[in-house]
């Protein structure tokens, strides 16, 4: 057991979950929400041509104060015109409506003497001024193809799926959700619908874990509970080792210094593993490794430390794994109330980020209090008491 900072395992974890796999996928909902692995680039102008962006007139003034126009032509959205305005002459247009060459401006049909609706008039009167170029959209005036419109790196949002697919793109480089089994450990785990006896308990963290990694981008591919039986975790592992779709095992339980403590047996005499106890609280128990090939990170039992430690821990190597450039920065706040903490470990507190920007941590080590939480307190090593106004730092959950 060494003694090792918590930015230390943090790195290590990491290190351990290294890069991960990236594809082409569609550029659809799909892809949302994931990173993009290359830069995206534009395949086509934005707007694809010049259109109107008024149901109205495309004008082609014969002279400056010319009011009154023949109207050559009707261009409905989706149609390509096969006239050209000359000098003088209108054509009906709707939004969106590819424009006819010549066109000078579009004049919104309230701005005419036309009927919005029914055939198009044979001749037109336009209302008031006209500034060549209003209504018009040129082409390319978005984006024009060859551009990049999403670097590296950056998330594909909603809005990045918009501008993709109208510059014409169908696909984007992507990083891929990290496949991730989590394993329960413990004797006394009662999975849901099942009698915990006189000294069981009911069985919280395997889904817990798990929807903490899906929130992490992962795609949770099996989720288990396993005795305190060596033989049973040494299976289990082995089985999900040799599962070419697994390429990450999260466990809790079993990592501290009792006499049943199934992951630490199992895996510590592996020389691919550490367990070290960090100067952290909660989630000070820690371990991690390789199981064959597979990668293997075991967080402590108790529902609030497995909690804290993937926040902490794993959650910054999944995000650098599925393309995030950079660190989460955590948030200053203000400590709502003096509150005693204890020095010599970094502390993350569950805590409640008010709107007023000050924190409030009720009794912490409960899991009501994490249920609470939207955010943790980092209390650094060295303090021991936060006083009704410090400045602390804030990591949203
Ligand atoms: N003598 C020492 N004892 C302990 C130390 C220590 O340094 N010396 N460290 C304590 C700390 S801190 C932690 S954290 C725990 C970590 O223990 P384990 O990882 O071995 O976890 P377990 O013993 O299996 O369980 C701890 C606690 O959490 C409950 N638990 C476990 N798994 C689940 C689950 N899947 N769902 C719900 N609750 C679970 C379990 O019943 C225990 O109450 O060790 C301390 N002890
Ligand atoms: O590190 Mo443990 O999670 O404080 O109880």
């Given at each position: 057991m060494g003694h090792v900072s918590v930015a230390e395992h943090r790195a290590a974890v990491a290190r351990l979950l290294g890069v991960g796999r990236v594809a082409q996928v569609a550029l659809d909902r799909h892809a949302a929400g994931r990173r993009l692995a290359a830069d995206l680039v534009a395949a086509d102008d934005l707007p694809r041509f010049d259109n109107s962006a008024m149901d109205g007139y495309a004008v082609c003034p014969g002279s400056p104060d010319q009011r009154s126009h023949p109207v050559v032509g009707d261009v409905p959205a989706g149609s390509a015109p096969d006239f050209v305005l000359a000098p003088g002459e209108a054509a009906r247009v709707m939004t969106g409506a590819r424009l006819p060459e010549g066109t000078v401006a579009v004049v919104p049909v309230e701005r005419t003497d036309a009927s919005p609706t029914g055939p198009a008039p044979?001749?037109?009167?336009?209302?008031?001024?006209?500034?060549?170029?209003?209504?018009?959209?040129?082409?390319?005036?978005?984006?024009?193809?060859?551009?990049?419109?999403?670097?590296?790196?950056?998330?594909?949002?909603?809005?990045?799926?918009?501008?993709?697919?109208?510059?014409?793109?169908?696909?984007?480089?992507?990083?891929?959700?990290?496949?991730?089994?989590?394993?329960?450990?413990?004797?006394?785990?009662?999975?849901?619908?099942?009698?915990?006896?006189?000294?069981?308990?009911?069985?919280?963290?395997?889904?817990?874990?798990?929807?903490?990694?899906?929130?992490?981008?992962?795609?949770?591919?099996?989720?288990?509970?396993?005795?305190?039986?060596?033989?049973?975790?040494?299976?289990?592992?082995?089985?999900?080792?040799?599962?070419?779709?697994?390429?990450?095992?999260?466990?809790?339980?079993?990592?501290?210094?009792?006499?049943?403590?199934?992951?630490?047996?199992?895996?510590?005499?592996?020389?691919?593993?550490?367990?070290?106890?960090?100067?952290?609280?909660?989630?000070?128990?820690?371990?991690?490794?390789?199981?064959?090939?597979?990668?293997?990170?075991?967080?402590?039992?108790?529902?609030?430390?497995?909690?804290?430690?993937?926040?902490?821990?794993?959650?910054?190597?999944?995000?650098?794994?599925?393309?995030?450039?950079?660190?989460?920065?955590?948030?200053?706040?203000?400590?709502?109330?003096?509150?005693?903490?204890?020095?010599?470990?970094?502390q993350f507190v569950t805590s409640v980020l008010h709107d007023d920007g000050t924190v409030t941590s009720p009794d912490a080590r409960h899991l009501t209090a994490l249920a609470a939480a939207n955010c943790l307190v980092e209390v650094p090593e060295g303090i021991d008491q936060l006083i009704d106004g410090d400045v602390v730092v804030v990591h949203p959950v």
């Open positions: 044979s001749r037109v009167t336009v209302v008031g001024e006209v500034a060549a170029g209003q209504h018009v959209r040129l082409r390319g005036e978005d984006v024009t193809a060859g551009t990049v419109i999403g670097t590296a790196g950056s998330a594909v949002t909603p809005a990045l799926i918009a501008l993709g697919r109208s510059a014409g793109c169908t696909t984007v480089e992507v990083h891929l959700p990290t496949r991730v089994a989590v394993v329960a450990t413990g004797a006394e785990l009662a999975p849901p619908e099942t009698d915990p006896g006189a000294g069981g308990i009911h069985e919280s963290n395997s889904d817990m874990v798990a929807a903490l990694a899906a929130a992490a981008g992962c795609d949770v591919r099996r989720v288990e509970v396993c005795s305190d039986e060596p033989d049973d975790l040494r299976r289990l592992l082995d089985e999900l080792d040799a599962d070419p779709e697994v390429d990450l095992v999260v466990t809790t339980g079993g990592v501290s210094v009792g006499a049943y403590e199934v992951v630490r047996q199992v895996c510590s005499p592996l020389p691919t593993f550490d367990f070290v106890h960090l100067a952290m609280q909660p989630g000070g128990p820690q371990g991690l490794g390789r199981y064959g090939s597979t990668p293997v990170v075991c967080l402590p039992g108790t529902p609030v430390g497995a909690f804290v430690a993937f926040h902490v821990l794993v959650r910054p190597g999944l995000d650098r794994r599925h393309g995030e450039p950079g660190a989460r920065p955590g948030h200053a706040a203000y400590a709502g109330r003096t509150r005693r903490t204890r020095a010599g470990r970094v």
